[in-house]
C-alpha cells in the first residue's frame, strides 16, 4: 500500500524555468510533509517542509504548496539550474505524529538542461 | 556542527553471513532511525531508537535489529544475509528545534 505517491519517476527542464515536482498521499492523518534531493550514493538532503497548517512554504528558490482536499502537494524550483539535477523524494510524517519516522515517495529524477 | 555520520561506507558480504552498521547521529539530537534503499523498493523505514528504546518499527522481518547506545549511536544488525539485502542503508537523527530528519551518507551493503 503506497501511502505517498509521486507519479512521475522523471521531469527534464531547460535551465531557467520552473521545475514542478508533484506528490500525493493518502493518508488523512498525515500531518507534516518534507522534500528531500538525493544524489547516487549519498544520504538525502533536507530541502524544505510544510505543516499541514499552511498551504505555502517558501524558501529561496523552492516552494512546497499542500492541498489538503485533494492530498497533494507540489514542490517549485524556479529558477532551476544544472545543478539541482537529482532525485527528489517527497515524505510524510506518520500519522502517529512520531516525527521519527517518516514515509518516502518513489522519487521523481530531475534533469535540468543548461 | 558535525553531521550524520556512519560505517562502513562499503560492505561485501556472503549469503548467511551477518552485518553490523553503525551511525553516530547530529550531537543533541536523541532520536535515530534507519531506512533502507533498493531501486525496486525505494526508501522503507526499518526502525527508530530514542533514549536507547525502539519507539518505532517498520514492517521487516526480525533479521534485522537495532539498538541505541547512552550517547545516541546506533547500531542495526542484519542476520542471515539475503541476496535481496543488498541496499543502500541510511540513518537518520532527528532535531527538534528544526523538526526535521538529517541524514547520513549511507553504508552500501552487497550481499554475493
Known amino acids: 500500500d503506497q501511502q505517498v505517491k509521486q507519479n512521475s519517476p522523471s521531469l527534464s527542464v531547460q535551465e531557467g524555468r520552473i521545475s514542478i515536482l508533484n506528490c500525493d498521499y493518502t493518508n488523512s492523518m498525515f500531518d507534516y510533509f518534507l522534500w528531500y534531493k538525493k544524489y547516487p550514493a549519498e544520504g538525502p538532503t533536507f530541502l524544505i517542509s510544510?505543516?499541514?497548517?499552511?498551504d505555502k512554504n517558501e524558501d529561496g528558490r523552492f516552494t512546497v504548496f499542500l492541498n489538503k482536499s485533494a492530498k497533494h502537494l507540489s514542490l517549485h524550483i524556479v529558477p532551476s539550474q544544472p545543478g539541482d539535477s537529482a532525485v527528489y523524494f517527497c515524505?510524510?510524517?506518520?500519522?502517529?505524529?512520531?516525527?521519527?519516522?517518516?514515509?518516502f515517495g518513489q522519487g521523481t529524477t530531475l534533469q535540468v538542461k543548461p | 556542527k558535525a553531521g550524520v555520520t556512519q560505517t562502513p561506507r562499503y560492505l561485501i558480504k556472503t549469503r548467511g553471513q551477518q552485518v553490523t552498521l553503525s551511525c553516530s547521529p547530529i550531537?543533541?539530537?536523541?532520536?535515530v532511525s534507519w531506512y533502507q534503499q533498493t531501486p525496486g523498493q525505494g526508501l522503507q523505514f526499518l526502525f527508530e531508537?530514542?533514549?536507547?528504546?525502539?519507539?518505532n518499527k517498520g514492517n521487516f522481518p526480525g533479521r534485522f535489529s537495532g539498538r541505541q547506545f547512552s550517547n545516541s549511536r546506533s547500531e542495526m544488525n542484519v542476520s542471515t544475509l539475503e541476496l535481496g539485502d543488498s541496499a543502500l542503508y541510511l540513518c537518520a537523527s532527528y532535531g527538534y528545534s528544526t523538526d526535521t530528519q538529517y541524514f547520513g551518507p549511507g553504508t552500501r551493503l552487497t550481499v554475493l
Open positions: 515524505a510524510a510524517s506518520a500519522p502517529s505524529g512520531n516525527t521519527g519516522k517518516l514515509i
Open positions: 510544510i505543516s499541514s497548517i499552511k
Open positions: 550531537s543533541g539530537h536523541r532520536s
Open positions: 531508537y530514542f533514549s536507547e528504546t525502539q519507539r
